[in-house]
């Protein structure tokens, strides 16, 4: 079974535009509102493909409650522990005509310590009956530095592989827990690191106590770090589509194989590169495209030269 943890879930609103043009008046059809959050998007994902999954976060507030009645529809396992705070939102624009999506995230409140208690009670109790845990999405404001390494350490104490996904500082506490794997993008990594190597901050992460670094290069494709290789998959032609929520997709992938006992790296970053993609044909996060089995017969995988990746100084 596939445990998630969302720290901070989100009802993600979604609005199809023709064209959007800056500090102007657009007119949609009725979006879509459905529970989100980058954990809660990876079991949507596992599950869609069949794997076991229970996704455990928050809910608070008015729009907890639509939260909550939209994730008890979807069907997917869960657990809701109540808070006080309102749950989030996050909107995006999805703009047909240039295939782009903007989006807008609420930071978010944080909980109480009590109720980060109640949460961190709930993943101990679930933990037996796992064979991962994945841990993702962004940290509210104030949350405890001690809560991350905290779940970290909860599931390697119980012998799990521990996914996560996360940014800024959170992503460098995962590393020094000894999380399992770390999935950022580039960005989040170049941010977290202060490097504009990204192979070279990678391996950083690796030295700090991870096994795998995924690293999403958006329509690059992904990169797989490991203490003595380097992999890099991509697609021949980039798709155009829906991003949010690929990255997600990418993380579900590795949690299916790594809950099954598979950990090769090229594995692993095939088809957590394909399920990303296929991530980018679907309207809304949670959700892959059934073409990503062709579109992994499709990747070019190589190992190549590190410094192709850095960034140029001028």
Not at 109 to 120: C, F, I, K, R
Not at 191 to 218: H, I, K, M, N, Y
Not at 238 to 267: I, K, M, S, W
Request: net charge negative; proline share 7%.
């Amino acid at each position: 079974m596939i445990l998630t943890v969302t720290p901070n879930p989100a009802l993600d609103l979604t609005w199809r535009i023709d064209r959007l043009v800056e500090g102007g008046t657009h007119r949609a059809d009725t979006g879509s509102a459905r529970a989100g959050g980058k954990g809660l998007n990876v079991a949507r994902v596992a599950h869609a493909q069949g794997a076991p999954v229970l996704a455990l976060t928050t809910a608070g507030g008015r729009v907890g409650a639509e939260f909550a009645d939209e994730l008890k529809t979807s069907g997917v396992p869960h657990v809701l522990v109540p808070v006080a705070a309102d749950t989030r939102r996050s909107i995006a624009l999805v703009d047909e005509s240039a295939g782009d999506t903007t989006i807008v995230n609420e930071r978010g409140t944080g909980p109480s310590d009590a109720e980060w208690g109640a949460l961190l009670a709930e993943v101990v109790e679930r933990l037996p009956a796992a064979d991962v845990l994945v841990i993702s999405g962004s940290l509210p404001p104030g949350t405890p530095e001690a809560l991350l390494p905290m779940l970290i350490a909860v599931g390697r104490d119980a012998g799990v592989p521990v996914i996560v996904d996360t940014s800024g500082p959170g992503l460098l506490r995962a590393a020094d827990a000894g999380a399992t794997v770390l999935k950022p993008n580039a960005a989040e990594l170049a941010e977290a690191t202060g490097s504009d190597d990204p192979v070279a901050a990678a391996r950083t992460l690796l030295e700090r106590g991870a096994e795998l670094v995924l690293l999403s290069l958006g329509a690059d494709g992904m990169l797989a770090v490991t203490h003595d290789d380097l992999l890099h998959a991509r697609l021949e032609e980039p798709l155009a589509g829906n991003p949010t929520g690929a990255g997600d997709a990418g993380v579900a992938a590795c949690a299916v194989l790594y809950a099954e006992g598979t950990r090769d790296p090229e594995t692993v970053l095939r088809r957590a590169t394909a399920w990303s993609a296929a991530a980018v044909l679907m309207p809304l996060a949670g959700d892959i495209s059934p073409r990503w089995t062709a579109l992994e017969q499709q990747l070019h995988v190589t190992r190549p030269d590190p410094d192709q990746f850095r960034k140029d100084p001028s």
